[in-house]
């Protein structure tokens, strides 16, 4: 393949291609824009960059990533402490809180179950959930999962360990499509679904 740039901008281009919905295409066309907006666009991006690298932390309680720990979410004495919201990743969590759905915990997997890819229990999350919600004080466990396979397979798994602890076990209704991911669902879709939600 013949070459456009030189090695620096090569990288850039590189680099923007690794980032999910960017493909060499939209990378090449991100890397010219950065680089022709250098001081509006690529040195401001740089300088939060590298305070992101620095500063951004992963939540101890609900794995959350923010720059304190705990979160700013599980600081927050107003949420409320006595139910938590299950979600596969951190993007799922932002969702609910940007759709202004849920105010009470919250918990990130970190994926979900799958014996196609050999994720097993103790490769996500699970263990700390169950120890969370069986310190006291929880009474409705919510699993805000992916309406897949694997977030259908997880959230089984979940409510049988969660069973013998007498929490309630409740997932999102009607307005999550089959084969829906939370992220790319609309603020009214995601409001609808957790209020209608229905014990397992």
Same mark, same amino acid.
Do not use: F
């Given at each position: 393949?013949?070459?456009?740039?030189?090695?620096?901008?090569?990288?850039?281009?590189?680099l923007l291609a690794r980032l999910p919905g960017l493909g060499p295409r939209s990378?090449?066309?991100?890397?010219?824009?950065?680089?022709?907006?250098?001081?509006?666009?690529?040195?401001?991006?740089?300088?939060?960059?590298?305070?992101?690298?620095?500063?951004?932390?992963?939540?101890?309680?609900?794995?959350?990533?923010?720059?304190?720990?705990?979160?700013?979410?599980?600081?927050?004495?107003?949420?409320?402490?006595?139910?938590?919201?299950?979600?596969?990743?951190?993007?799922?969590?932002?969702?609910?809180?940007?759709?202004?759905?849920?105010?009470?915990? &919250?918990?990130?997997? %970190?994926?979900?179950?799958? +014996? *196609?890819?050999?994720? =097993? #229990?103790?490769?996500?999350?699970?263990?700390?959930?169950?120890?969370?919600?069986?310190?006291?004080g929880i009474k409705e466990v919510v699993i805000a999962l992916n309406a897949t396979?694997?977030?259908?397979?997880?959230?089984?798994?979940?409510?049988?360990?969660?069973?013998?602890?007498?929490?309630?076990?409740?997932?999102?209704?009607?307005?999550?499509?089959?084969?829906?991911?939370?992220? &790319?669902?609309?603020? %009214?879709?995601?409001?609808? +679904? *957790?209020?209608?939600? =229905? #014990?397992?």
């Open positions: 393949m013949r070459h456009t740039a030189g090695p620096e901008i090569e990288r850039l281009i590189q990378a090449r066309r991100a890397a010219l824009h950065l680089v022709k907006n250098r001081e509006k666009l690529l040195a401001p991006l740089a300088i939060a960059l590298a305070e992101a690298r620095d500063t951004v932390t992963s939540c101890s309680i609900c794995g959350n990533v923010d720059t304190s720990d705990p979160c700013l979410l599980c600081s927050d004495r107003r949420r409320e402490k006595g139910t938590i919201c299950v979600v596969e990743e951190v993007g799922d969590l932002w969702a609910l809180e940007r759709a202004g759905a849920w105010n009470g915990q &919250y918990h990130v997997l %970190g994926g979900t179950l799958s +014996a *196609m890819e050999g994720i =097993r #229990p103790e490769d996500i999350s699970i263990a700390t959930l169950i120890e969370r919600a069986s310190s006291g396979v694997e977030g259908q397979t997880t959230a089984h798994y979940i409510t049988e360990r969660l069973k013998s602890l007498g929490i309630i076990t409740s997932r999102l209704a009607h307005g999550v499509p089959v084969g829906g991911e939370l992220d &790319y669902l609309d603020d %009214g879709t995601l409001t609808a +679904a *957790m209020r209608a939600r =229905r #014990p397992l």
